[in-house]
């Protein structure tokens, strides 16, 4: 790939020293906050690593939720799918701000009352049993890697090959050693503060970006007038290539021959978006470390009102972009294409990583390349925290019931990096999936595998006849109908615009927001159906995890492990080097002279000794607590009793979100209105 972007004088843009020094400095500055968290949490428990002690405050949980959604895929995706197709892809965003509210206001209070870690863990608790429990873990990884970490990943390595000229596996690689140095170390406390830290960087970023960008144009009424004229001017003759919709501008369009049918918009993307939103492990997580009700909903509303800011500061430029390098981003012809930006179905995706290299003075730049790697690494953290919590709380804990806390933390840090080795390895389908356009890739794939997920955490949070014969069918039915499809989609793919579309009907015919429709309805069905043909649930699967039953008394269980269960291997080996047996004397040999043994263990310890420095150090960076010899070990629980979070809410603060929320509605509407 040699995809060398030239400015208007012929110069090749790339970073110069003044930029080199701002990326080193923004570095310094995410790392800073990364080990400063890192105190401010402890992280040698299950409760403290996974969810931040459940400590935070609004305004990071805010910060995070959107940093996490809004990665480097959404940079180069939304940009890119604003330049080849207009505004219309903006609706997934603002569907989002409704969605978020949802988390806060409906859902949230449910897995709180539930005092749930995970949300598999809250199918298990709901439905019973395991078999749905570790269906639903399973997939989540496998979204994860599909559609999160590996299309982020391309996306960001994809502006640093346009920046720096390397190679896309190199980039992937060098960003990847950075990310996963406070991620592993840090927990969800390290997460949260730095995705703050970030969403500051991406903010004041792109909206510089955004006002360059207006300023190269020539205003607002010189890009609605330009964008319809950015036709490239080496086209396939006699085919639609490279020439701008016609309504582009508008987010509901033609239910039967558009991109986006307006009826798919409204229900088949919120469906799927609501699985994003209020099901998701990474986005829930985060809510769930608020330190109550009332700072996981300011959290929410922060990211809905967030959430307005992309399509003026990331579409709008990717539309610009396609206006200023017409023949490069709108690129029509594949062997062109191929030459601009090394993919032969288009180079959209280039937009906005091209406005930054042409239009940024120096410094700026490296501004702007922060913003970028900042949204890629805010964005892997979260999914990595995220993928390592579930594997751990709800795959592994499966097979090793009375696995210790520290084997769980070992085990969790681990995860991480085989979930970035097999993200890697799809990164070439990714490239060459949907036309160039990488968010309309990340959005087809999801409405086949998440609306049977939402339909099950729907019922189960507020239809107390769901049982666990009914869910499970939904779910495997619906998942298998959903991923035929998927996988019709990749043996067909969508042809180029020059070439005829002998795809099978279901494809050709059948928009995937329509057939994220269908599978809603199908799975609901199936649901309805089972679970009134089938026993009830019980009353320990209804109290405290529904809607209706979030109120309900708690009843404090108790749970316990052994003293010996609870070591360290640090601490068995220890017990072994001293030569205590288990009355906790010295072992005698059978003459009955210690001494030797005495005189080898000495040695031992030594040997042991002199490596404990290391060790110390290593086990303070991941967070391990690693006891003295002879200190009492009491026995404790296996995962530290989860506290029940209380469901009430401080009246005045109370008022307070719930007129913003009244506030953030009518902006939404308004702005869905006006666009539509």
């Known amino acids: 790939m040699d995809p060398s972007p030239t400015s208007p004088t012929g110069t090749t843009a790339t970073l110069v020293t003044l930029d080199i020094v701002v990326l080193v400095v923004y570095f310094v500055l995410i790392l800073a906050v990364g080990f400063w968290s890192m105190f401010r949490t402890k992280r040698s428990t299950v409760d403290g690593y996974f969810l931040a002690g459940k400590s935070m405050t609004w305004w990071p949980v805010g910060a995070s939720l959107f940093a996490s959604n809004i990665g480097s895929g959404h940079f180069i995706g939304l940009a890119g799918s604003g330049a080849a197709a207009g505004i219309g ?3 997934y965003e603002w569907n989002g701000m409704l969605m978020v509210l949802l988390l806060g206001w409906l859902f949230l209070p449910i897995y709180i009352a539930s005092g749930v870690m995970t949300m598999p863990e809250y199918l298990q608790r709901r439905f019973g049993g395991r078999r749905t429990q570790l269906f639903i873990t399973v997939l989540s990884l496998f979204i994860y890697i599909f559609t999160k970490i590996s299309v982020d990943m391309y996306a960001g390595a994809l502006f640093i090959q346009l920046a720096l000229q390397w190679n896309i596996y190199l980039a992937v690689i060098l960003l990847l050693s950075v990310t996963a140095l406070y991620t592993v170390a840090g927990g969800l406390a390290a997460v949260i503060y730095t995705d703050a830290a970030q969403t500051a960087i991406m903010l004041a970023g792109t909206l510089v970006l955004m006002g360059f960008s207006f300023a190269e144009v020539g205003g607002w009424d010189a890009m609605m007038e330009g964008y319809f004229k950015a036709i490239p001017s080496i086209r396939v ?19 039967v021959n558009s991109d986006l049918p307006w009826p798919g ?10 699985w994003y939103w209020c099901s998701d492990q990474v986005i829930v997580q985060r809510s769930l470390a608020a330190k109550n009700l009332t700072h ?6 922060m ?19 396609r206006i200023l390098f017409t023949d490069d981003v709108a690129c029509a012809d594949p062997d062109l294409c191929k030459q601009i930006c090394g993919n032969p179905v288009g180079c959209s995706d280039i937009a906005y990583a091209r406005l930054v290299m042409e239009l940024l003075p120096a410094g700026l730049r490296g501004l702007m390349m922060a913003v970028m790697i900042a949204a890629l690494m805010s964005s892997l953290t979260s999914i990595f925290n995220s993928s390592s919590t579930i594997f751990t709380m709800d795959l592994w804990k499966s097979f090793r019931t009375r696995a210790s806390e520290w084997e769980l933390m070992i085990v969790g840090r681990v995860f991480i990096l085989v979930l970035v080795v097999v993200s890697v390895l799809w990164i070439p389908v990714v490239q060459a999936s949907q036309g160039g356009q990488l968010f309309i890739y990340i959005q087809s794939i999801s409405t086949y595998l998440q609306p049977p997920v939402s339909i099950i955490f729907l019922m189960g949070c507020f239809w107390k006849r769901t049982n666990e014969k009914g869910a499970f069918w939904g779910l495997t039915i619906g998942l298998t109908t959903g991923c035929i499809r998927m996988i019709l989609d990749f043996i067909y793919p969508t042809p180029l615009c020059y070439e005829e579309d002998d795809r099978p009907g279901v494809l050709k015919y059948v928009h995937y927001l329509y057939f994220s429709m269908l599978l809603s309805f199908i799975t609901l069905f199936i649901v309805v159906v089972v679970s009134l043909a089938t026993e009830e649930p019980k009353p320990e699967q209804i109290t405290r995890l529904t809607w209706f039953t979030r109120y309900d008394p708690v009843e404090p269980k108790e749970q316990a492990f052994t003293v010996e269960q609870s070591k360290t291997p640090t601490e068995v080996m220890t017990t072994q080097i001293n030569g205590t047996g288990d009355a906790g004397k010295p072992q005698e040999s059978s003459n009955g002279n210690i001494s030797h043994a005495r005189k080898d263990s000495t040695s031992s310890s030594h040997s042991i000794h002199s490596q404990s420095k290391l060790m110390s150090a290593l086990y303070w960076l991941c967070g391990m607590d690693k006891r003295n010899e002879g200190e009492e070990n009491p026995e404790k629980p296996l995962v530290p009793e989860q506290t029940i979070s209380s469901l009430e809410e401080d009246p005045r603060m109370k008022l307070i979100v719930n007129i913003n929320l009244l506030i953030c509605l009518a902006v939404t509407c308004f702005i869905i209105g006006y666009w539509a």
């Open 89 to 91: 892809a903006i609706a």
């Open 296 to 301: 996981a909903k300011g959290g929410s509303l």
């Open 237 to 255: 003759p006699n085919s639609t290539c490279g020439i701008p919709r016609a309504d582009a501008f508008h987010i509901f369009r033609d239910p």
């Open 303 to 321: 990211a809905a009102y967030i959430k307005i800011l992309p399509f003026f500061a990331v579409m709008l430029p990717g539309m610009i972009s």
């Open 265 to 274: 918009v409204i229900i088949g993307m919120s469906v799927p978006s609501m």
